[in-house]
Nanobody, 124 residues
Framework: QVQLVESGGGLVQAGDSLRLSCAASGRTFSSDAMGWFRQAPGKEREFVAAITRSGGTTYYADSVKGRFTISRDNGKKMVYLQMNSLKPEDTAVYYC?????????????????WGQGTQVTVSS
């Protein structure tokens, strides 16, 4: 079992930055690839970013590439999402997820464990 708890969401203005955190507990954290997804009202949950077990390789959705950075600290069992130059279209609930396969997939079904989500609202 893995428990994931996100934090760091909030209400910001366009152009601002936020840093989301995800605290993991349970099974060996360093065995899992980690991802961030988001879901806007009325839309399907979508891939945002993913990171390999070691943190050496990262992947991003085209919509956030160059603005968002995913990172992890295996010693602290934490995953982060640094979000810069935020846009109103980034407004969504952001979810942290763990992939037991160890592969940083873009597909929701490849992730076994999910956090409860944290709301990010970007005003124009």
């Amino acid at each position: 079992q893995v428990q994931l708890v996100e934090s760091g969401g909030g209400l910001v203005q366009a152009g601002d930055s936020l840093r989301l955190s995800c605290a993991a507990s349970g099974r060996t954290f360093s065995s899992d690839a980690m991802g961030w997804f988001r879901q806007a009202p009325g839309k399907e949950r979508e891939f945002v970013a993913a990171i390999t077990r070691s943190g050496g390789t990262t992947y991003y959705a085209d919509s956030v590439k160059g603005r968002f950075t995913i990172s992890r600290d295996n010693g602290k069992k934490m995953v982060y999402l640094q979000m810069n130059s935020l846009k109103p279209e980034d407004t969504a609930v952001y979810y942290c997820a763990a992939a037991m396969t160890g592969w940083p997939s873009r597909m929701l079904d490849d992730y076994t464990y999910w956090g409860q989500g944290t709301q990010v609202t970007v005003s124009s």
